[in-house]
């Protein structure tokens, strides 16, 4: 990056740390550290649940994956307007009545301090494990973007939100993340107005959705009802329900925002305002990365968009190296022609030719990533990389530094929430409420802010351990869903089943989380109609796919809870009556 950029990156991040720590010394007790003594406004909490959401994943996830795909990602959010419904007349009344601190301290009264510590730590457990990819999950690009080394990335990232998160509390968490979701919001925005501009002076905004329409890159709803395809209505509308409710109604890092609130009204305010924007926003990420490939139909791109070393002494993959780079532009030229002649034309003709070589062009880019990973020994994909490689291609100097600073704001506020989020629950759930000495609470201000530190460390340290993944935004939510529908089980046992207790909740969880993992692993051939179970260990045979996609681990792992759970505590209400 330019020098310009790079002060404009270092001023950033320099005033995110001044202006998250700044209001940390008003916190005289915990209340004020974990919740800002309940003071907060409802548009500063639906920012920052915003914010947390566009992380940088979303970022550099979204747009490659419409780029490489298609738009029908955006069903995996269909849900989120009615999952924010049902939370703000369900568990948000509940949680601001009670007042509590974490979403897990309300099990105890109902369900005893085991079912409490289980379902806490469980949420440990998946947020531990997903702080770390959220912090090396950009980390790859962003070393990319500053031509820094990758290990040096890491640590900017986590000691910066560590640090200001250490000092500022959940009240600078929560208005870094008002202002960090502006610098996205701009960097989002400039970025799709810079394509629009930049394509050819012949070619418009509506020819630009024609070609994207043509192939296929429009696609965005699929009504067809198959568990084993990651996207489609019925999956947005059922699975993904259930992933929203547990993540807006259980998980901690949002639960802990409306905690904030100033009264009920502003808690529910706070969640609306993402029931309305979640999907125009995650469409015009999407519709982003659509016209990036559409800006790719005429502005040269790269075989590749990941630079990787390649070099070897095998002389048939240097040849084969060669004739795939001749023949991918050709390919190019020919696919850009064939765009020509069907904008003039509008023909299906021209329209089955667009489309073979728009097939032919990504054909012999598939044939150099695997000669790629033959080379390498490794699994590699690229489409993490194709935003970056526009920013730095394309966008103009002075600007590269703010877009590059809105995906580190899209990372640290992701990271913020969550490490105030673990700290809140380690510190409520288990220090506290097993800590028999009598402690004041300077005692339990000092250990909120060394433990934010302890998962700063401990999620640095994960970030840096961690390998790339193929699909960043996948990978998160497929994370949570090992533990999300479980959870949300717990809950839906607490409000609506009176005969539940705490044996059955307890003996329903774990059933839940033991029956998620076997689902998981559960593979099929649809050729022969075999199934079988899989270890994580093991490897896939060949012809053999998930019979299930994880998003409908959700409701598996909810089903099973509640079932089990209602099943159980009435057989144990038995057995102590007789």
Not at 39 to 44: F, L, N, R
Not at 158 to 163: N, R, S, W
Not at 303 to 323: H, K, L, N, W
Not at 552 to 565: D, E, H
Request: net charge negative.
């Amino acid at each position: 990056m330019h020098w310009i950029d790079w002060g404009i990156l270092i001023l950033f991040l320099g005033y995110t740390i001044w202006d998250g720590s700044r209001r940390g010394r008003q916190a005289e007790n915990i209340e004020g550290f974990f919740l800002a003594n309940r003071s907060m406004p409802w548009w500063a909490m639906g920012l920052s649940v915003m914010a947390t959401q566009a992380s940088a994943i979303t970022f550099i996830g979204t747009t490659g994956q419409a780029y490489v795909e298609d738009m029908r990602f955006v069903q995996i959010y269909l849900a989120v307007p009615f999952a924010m419904i049902i939370l703000c007349t369900t568990l948000v009344p509940f949680f601001n009545r009670l007042q509590n601190f974490s979403a897990y301290e309300v099990l105890e009264e109902r369900f005893g301090l085991s079912t409490r510590l289980f379902t806490s730590f469980l949420f440990l457990m998946s947020r531990g494990l997903g702080l770390g990819i959220i912090i090396a999950a950009p980390s790859y690009v962003l070393a990319l973007l500053l031509d820094f080394p990758l290990n040096s990335t890491i640590l900017i990232i986590g000691v910066t939100a560590t640090l200001y998160t250490m000092v500022g509390g959940i009240s600078g968490v929560i208005r870094t993340d008002v202002k960090q979701m502006a610098v996205m919001a701009f960097g989002l925005i400039f970025s799709f107005y810079w394509i629009i501009t930049s394509l050819p002076a012949d070619v418009n905004f509506s020819d630009s959705l024609y070609l994207a329409g043509t192939i296929g890159k429009l696609e965005a709803l699929d009504i067809s009802f198959d568990i084993s395809e990651k996207y489609n209505v019925w999956t947005g509308v059922i699975a993904a329900l259930f992933l929203m409710l547990s993540y807006f109604g259980t998980d901690q890092s949002q639960v802990q925002r409306y905690l904030t609130a100033k009264s009920l009204k502003d808690a529910r305010q706070s969640l609306l305002l993402s029931a309305y924007a979640k999907i125009p926003m995650q469409f015009f990420i999407l519709l982003l990365g659509v016209m990036l490939y559409v800006f790719y139909i005429f502005g040269s791109p790269p075989i590749t968009f990941r630079p990787v070393d390649v070099t070897t002494q095998q002389q048939e993959e240097v040849i084969a190296g060669e004739m795939l780079q001749q023949e991918y532009q050709q390919a190019y030229q020919n696919r850009k022609q064939a765009a020509r002649q069907l904008l003039e034309a509008r023909s299906q003709e021209q329209a089955r030719a667009f489309r073979a070589a728009d097939d032919h062009l990504n054909e012999v880019r598939q044939a150099e990533l695997e000669r790629q990973e033959r080379i390498t020994g490794s699994s590699l994909n690229d489409t993490n990389y194709i935003f970056p490689y526009f920013i730095l291609n394309q966008i103009p100097i002075g600007i590269i530094g703010l877009i590059v600073a809105g995906i580190f704001a899209a990372a640290l506020s992701s990271i913020d929430s969550e490490l105030n989020a673990l700290s809140t629950v380690f510190i409520v759930d288990w220090y506290k409420r097993l800590d028999s000495s009598d402690r004041g609470e300077a005692w339990y201000l000092k250990s909120s802010r060394a433990v934010t530190v302890f998962w700063g460390i401990l999620a640095t340290l994960a970030a840096l351990a961690l390998g790339e993944t193929r699909s960043i935004i996948e990978l998160v939510n497929k994370v949570g869903s090992y533990f999300y529908g479980s959870i949300l089980g717990v809950f839906i046992l607490l409000l609506w089943v009176k005969r539940a207790n705490g044996f059955g909740a307890l003996t329903g969880l774990v059933s839940g989380m033991i029956t998620v993992f076997l689902f998981d692993r559960i593979y099929d051939n649809s050729a022969t109609g075999e199934w079988m179970l899989i270890a994580p260990w093991s490897q896939i045979p060949e012809g053999f796919t998930k019979t299930i996609e994880y998003l409908w681990l959700n409701p598996v792992g909810t089903a099973v809870v509640v079932g089990i759970g209602f099943l159980f505590s009435y057989i144990s209400e038995k057995w102590r009556n007789e």
